[in-house]
């Protein structure tokens, strides 16, 4: 069994850590050494990198591993991680500053052809002056090192095997979900790369769509770099491609993770956790013990070291967000073993604190329509980026609501009857309603709690979508995928979904005109809940 930090190991990246304010390039302690690299990339930008190597000699060509740092975070952010494998296992790490970020020359290009043509000069660079071969390289990283890492392995055929973890699959899905602008989500981004990075033409070029509202103008910028669009070059490479990412991601929720999962043909595996972006597997990167890293650690030995881990029976893991076991399926399929459909019967307007009387039934209606007002907040909300999320994560405390206090007037709110066993809820909730806008544009924004006996919700998921240059006064479909989720409700207590037209955290084209949600025994409204 792979020992989770070892008294030498911890001794090590003491050592690594201290040689970063240390005046010496090399440091070397316990059989590694880490030294600073100035690495050229493509067109001649130099990149600043930090690698970790086991001492001595070594009869064959050491296994390598690349490690692209987080977006506007230095190399020093996998050192502990970076220790352990190169101590553990023999791997020889390279980490590296991306373009355009601290002391890395060049600009930001978002992921673009350049960091991709990067990591592969970094590769080149590794087998060149280290004891590494380029028979078995893997790459592995957090956020844009997981991006990049994936659509450099589509590239570059020499990377067998990556850990993606806090990625994205689908940036348009991620930041522009449903045609809803994740407001908070690029401000955060946007924010922090000017601090500490120098935009390439690419990126500035985003920013003022952004700013502009000409987002859908740019996205093909944004497809370009989407991992999801390479899934024949990574079946064609048969790259092993590990990902993982938290429940709560406020820039890169699950959904697309898993569609890309779903994708690949090779050697795969999923890990879901609750948390936020980069909160599952942070403490992991700096070497204390993780379980996402261990499994990234396990996953590397068998895609590059021949050892057998016994991993091919469980490709996904999965831990929910309100439990603390993981639990292991063969495949993302099986994570739901049913649905349980229920239909939406007309909202009700009721007195506050008076009994939930229904709404998600499991009988058929004949049919009903019920207006409420857009461009209102309610109660009913998302959170706030990376914070909402950390706190699920770190202390279990989800983002609540008071139902009874949600607005009925700027608000459609159905219910489930009390579940009198509890229920698991595992997979991706699907809704089906008809809307009726009064305006060109509105968003709607679709929330699912677990609400217990005094009121008090707990969101399990949720959804934007956004109704662009409609015809007022014209009825449509609208299909909403909410977020994948894995979330027990505990017996007593209901399922509750929201649906109004205000979320702080997007930009939402609601008015102030109403709109009009509708069913018909022809085209019947409907929720979907995946039940594991």
Known sequence: MR???????ATL?????????APAATAETNGVTVHRASIPGSGGV??????IEPTGESAEPRPLLVMPASWATPNIEYVGAAARLAYESGYVVVSYTARGFYASGGEVEVAGEEDVADASEVIDWAVA???????NVGMAGISYGAGISALTAASDPRVDAIAAMSGWADLVASLYPN???NASGAELLLGVGELTGRFGDDLTELENAYRE???EEALHLAGERSPINEIDELNA??????LANSWQDSLFPPKQIADLFSGLNGPKRLMLAPGDHATAELFGAAGLPNHIWDTAARW???QLRGVDEGMADSAVEIQPSNGSDWKRYPDWRSVTDHTSTRELTEPTRRHLFAPETGGLSTESDTGWRHSIDSGDPTLANSGLVLVSGALQGYARIPVGVSVPFVDRDDAAVWATEPYADGVNVTGTPRLRVNVTPEDESVSLFAYLYDVGPAGNGSLISHKPVTLRNNSPGVRSRVDISLQPTSWQVDEGHRLVLVVDTVDARYRDESSGGEVTFGSSAERPAKLRIPVG
């Open 46 to 51: 130099t990149l600043r990198a930090k690698v």
């Open 3 to 9: 020992r989770i930090l070892s008294t030498a190991a």
């Open 300 to 302: 590397f030995d068998q």
């Open 13 to 21: 990246i003491a050592a690594l850590c201290g040689s970063l304010l």
């Open 179 to 181: 045609r809803t602008v």
């Open 129 to 135: 002056n280290t004891s590494a071969g380029d028979e």
């Open 213 to 215: 509202h000409r987002t």
């Open 237 to 242: 490479n048969g790259t092993a491609v590990m």
